[in-house]
């Protein structure tokens, strides 16, 4: 019988989507189901069975498809492990492919979720065809996904890959969740825009600006968007200053393996060309001539709920 | 006629070195010349001639050579040509590759100094056998090797691994030949360490030392060793700094590509523990615990004038 369906399953901090999608890129029907509503995995995967294998069935029988892929913090390619995943609530090491193999019967593949995010750039997205590049989550968090020669980096043990915790400001901003001072998830993530506008804020309390507007709480790279298209100067410069540290991070990436393109996603690139011209200007001013006007740097055109899902899947297409 | 033996060629911005190299990594014989004393390769290239076609003859003739691998600055391996190579006379785009080949009628490859080195350590050195390795060379500059799944890492344009021009200190020092402020190279370099212990000296002009012993033309990475090993307050000090800002950037690299060792050479490496202690201990601080104390850093055990013929010699053995 002829395999042309595959499973795709995100697994994220907080919500876990998954979907079937056909070997050409569409996704047939997808659905979520919260991720931490119980402290074992295993109850986990009863939840996730309950709406998915279903929704398998509506689309086929088992034998049509080729298997499941999964995108998952902390995810291991090598062991289909999930490992001390800090935002999820199970402890320890998961054997999450195993464990979803027993379950539906059919084999599982399991990548980090930003590994699977750069598949999916690679097969369906800004990337297809590119043998060269790296994709940038610009999201709560700064994930990557590394890609040479057309393969996923994954390094000697399968971590390879976390440029959201390379130092960019030695000395800088703590990381709340390592310890670590002065790491581009510090700055370039929502999170970090937040801690910007309140340092700006606090170290210029008698700036005029339209975020003086909002509680603490309610400040969020989102409303610092919404301040800076109504032209609000302090609004403006947390983004050139993301950008300016973004743009040198992206210039040390550039050197080392020297890719095609540079794709971003995630909420932060919302802000468009806010973010994305200081960003390619801090990177062009800070690499060396070889590397000049080359590489480009751009938004995914995947929809991000999409991009997760067809990510996912791509797991079990390449192994086909 | 069995083809067992390899020419390896090292391209310096003084100093060509050559060798002739059979299949077990033996140097049968080597000799040099000056890399710079024509304003044309062609010429350069004719004195090559003289002292390597007679060499060839020694050992055996040309059927029994595999073919000429050349390490040179600026070496690009898709394309055999050195690209505007900021310390060779010769301007533009010179096809060493095609020249050599014209001249000596055997297959040439080439590729950059630093991934010349990679190859040989992999082959020869400390990373034999190992799949996912760095090469640093802390000498005049900061040259970089990387290798990922047992393949050097050369990028969409065959220029990838500059690590040495990595960002470490934004807004730092200016490194003289690029004018980039704040790179590795800028600090951990032979260079570097003199410009640190001359700053070190002016900023605190009453401190005692015996580095006020020398005159600032005769400051070398070598004085302030002997001063250091002497016991010399500030001239530790300079090793301590540079290995910390050396650790913080191989912790980036770390990230990266998660290899399983990082193998050190180069004229610095003689401080020994001196650097290496500072360099390790900024390392691991600044990495994030999947990585913590997995990452090997060893100096190199090949002598460093075989490892840059080894290294070249690599190239043709490996595309055999």
């Given at each position: 019988m002829e395999k042309k369906l595959a499973i795709g399953i995100d697994i994220g901090g907080t919500t876990t989507k998954f979907g079937i999608v056909d070997n050409s890129g569409h996704i047939l029907e997808q659905d979520r189901i919260p991720t931490n509503e119980h402290e074992v995995a295993s109850l986990f995967i009863e939840d996730l069975y309950a709406k998915l294998w279903p929704m398998i069935l509506r689309h086929g029988q088992p034998e049509n498809y080729i298997g499941i892929g999964v995108g998952a913090p902390n995810g291991n390619y090598y062991t289909g492990t999930i490992e001390?995943?800090?935002?999820?609530?199970?402890?320890?090491?998961?054997?999450m492919a195993k464990m979803l193999e027993e379950k539906f019967g059919l084999p599982a593949r399991l990548t980090n979720d930003a590994n699977a995010a750069a598949m999916g750039e690679m097969i369906y997205g800004c990337a297809k065809g590119k043998k060269h590049f790296i994709t940038i989550t610009l999201g709560t968090g700064v994930g990557s996904g590394i890609v040479i020669d057309g393969k996923i980096v994954l390094g000697h043990d399968g971590f390879a890959g976390e440029l959201g915790h390379t130092i960019i400001r030695p000395g800088g901003r703590v990381h709340k969740g390592t310890g670590i001072k002065g790491s581009l998830e510090a700055y370039a993530s929502a999170t970090g825009v937040r801690e910007t506008a309140i340092e700006f804020l606090t170290n210029e309390p008698n700036s005029d600006s339209l975020l003086r507007n909002f509680s603490i709480d309610d400040l969020t790279s989102q409303t610092v968007y919404e301040c800076a298209i109504k032209g609000d100067k302090i609004a403006n410069r947390i983004f050139e200053f993301t950008g300016q540290i973004l743009g040198e991070a992206l210039a040390n990436f550039v050197m080392f393996s020297s890719p095609e393109v540079i794709v971003l996603f995630g909420g932060l690139t919302k802000a468009g060309d806010l973010i994305l011209n200081p960003t390619i200007e801090a990177m062009e001013a800070n690499l060396i001539k070889v590397f000049k006007n080359k590489v480009k740097v751009v938004f995914s055109n995947l929809k991000e709920a999409d991009a997760a899902i067809l990510g996912a899947s791509a797991l079990v297409w390449e192994t086909a």
């Open positions: 001390y995943a800090p935002n999820l609530k199970w402890k320890g090491i998961i054997p």
